[in-house]
Nanobody, 118 residues
Framework: QVQLVESGGGLVQPGGSLRLSCAASGKIIVLNTMGWYRQVPEKQRELVSTITISGSTSYADSVKGRFTISRDSAKNTVYLQMNSLKPEDTAVYYC????????????WGQGTQVTVSS
């Protein structure tokens, strides 16, 4: 019902910046929450940040002060600006969409690799 396409991942040096984008399409409900999660091998997928249609945001403690989530509702697109990147930020980042009709954890993008290394 909802498709998510992510972009912006890549290789960056510690202290560098990267901007992820996620465009949603399909049966979009206006009152929705979008966000970013990340996953490394042998670990459970974890929350990075979420944002509601009203602009309320949440962040994992590990990224507060470094990452900023935003959205352009007219384009059904969410962004994650990542600054002061650390090697421990290395992961596959997944976009997520949820609304009142979503089942379980909602919908997921295909994932985009972020690697922070010298």
């Amino acid at each position: 019902q909802v498709q998510l396409v992510e972009s912006g991942g890549g290789l960056v040096q510690p202290g560098g910046s990267l901007r992820l984008s996620c465009a949603a399409s399909g049966k979009i409900i206006v009152l929705n929450t979008m966000g970013w999660y990340r996953q490394v091998p042998e670990k459970q997928r974890e929350l990075v940040s979420t944002i509601t249609i009203s602009g309320s945001t949440s962040y994992a403690d590990s990224v507060k002060g470094r990452f900023t989530i935003s959205r352009d509702s007219a384009k059904n697109t969410v962004y994650l600006q990542m600054n002061s990147l650390k090697p421990e930020d290395t992961a596959v980042y997944y976009c997520n969409y949820r609304d009142i009709l979503s089942r379980g954890e909602g919908y997921w993008g295909q994932g985009t690799q972020v690697t922070v290394s010298s």
